[in-house]
């Protein structure tokens, strides 16, 4: 059982450069997440998404782009990378949302993104 | 600025101590207040987690105290271990957004 994985753990761009990080979840979760991690501002939300086909902006999502085509997929697309991105993804899932359901958040072991 | 503010940044604890972290949330709607725990390198994992119609949970050697008049909850981590080094994440959620605060980075020092 793999859980949360992530794809790829590091990774160098330069300005204006585009990517995608990649997240799947073995756990038939409906609840997928992304966060970025920077010192002193804990894990931010960036977007989330509550089932295939619906996504929504979380509190920093200007800049990414997210999807959610199938249950197990959630990538988030960085369109022209700036070195305020600089920072570290954790992509998270969950069983279930929304008042009295909220469950656990399982998180992925993060992407490591310098941009330059 | 954050929903949640954690304290203190750091704290430094001798082994067989008691950690006390701080949270404070100003959302009323916020429904669950878990606490993570996260080692270098690692993505963060649930240590323990509380909901608003009680007042405390106990876990092993982890206590969360919660006083919903005051919008406050602490983690309270008891005979502290080496292994208990690691940085800890309060949050607050409510249908499907957790707000995390900022972490506390503790030490326990043998």
């Known amino acids: 059982n793999a859980g949360v994985t992530q794809t790829p753990k590091f990774q160098v761009l330069k300005t204006g450069q585009s990517m995608t990080l990649q997240c799947a979840q073995d756990?038939?979760?409906?609840?997928m997440s992304w966060y970025r991690q920077d010192p002193g501002m804990g894990l931010r939300l960036i977007h989330y998404?509550?089932?295939?086909?619906i996504t929504d902006q979380g509190e920093v999502p200007n800049g990414y782009n997210v999807s959610r085509s199938t249950t197990e997929d959630f990538p988030l697309r960085l369109l022209s990378a700036a070195p305020s991105q600089t920072s570290v993804y954790f992509c998270?899932?969950?069983?279930?949302w929304g008042t009295g359901g909220t469950g656990e958040l399982f998180f992925g072991e993060g992407s490591r993104l310098t941009v330059l | 600025q954050q929903q949640v503010k954690q304290s203190p940044q750091s704290l430094i604890v001798q082994k067989g101590g008691i950690s006390i972290i701080n949270c404070a949330y100003e959302?009323?709607?916020?429904?669950?207040f878990p606490w993570y725990q996260q080692f270098p390198g690692k993505g963060p994992a649930l240590l323990i987690a509380?909901?608003?119609?009680?007042s405390e949970k106990k876990e092993g050697r982890f206590t969360i105290s919660f006083n919903k008049s005051a919008k406050q909850f602490s983690l309270h981590i008891m005979d502290s271990q080496p292994g208990d080094s690691a940085t800890y994440f309060c949050?607050?959620?409510?249908?499907?957004?957790?707000?995390f605060g900022a972490g506390t980075q503790v030490v326990v020092t043998p």
């Open positions: 998270a899932s969950s069983y279930s």
């Open positions: 959302n009323t709607a916020f429904d669950y």
């Open positions: 509380i909901r608003p119609d009680v």
């Open positions: 949050a607050a959620s409510g249908w499907g957004k957790f707000q």
């Open positions: 756990m038939n979760h409906e609840y």
């Open positions: 998404s509550v089932g295939a086909g």
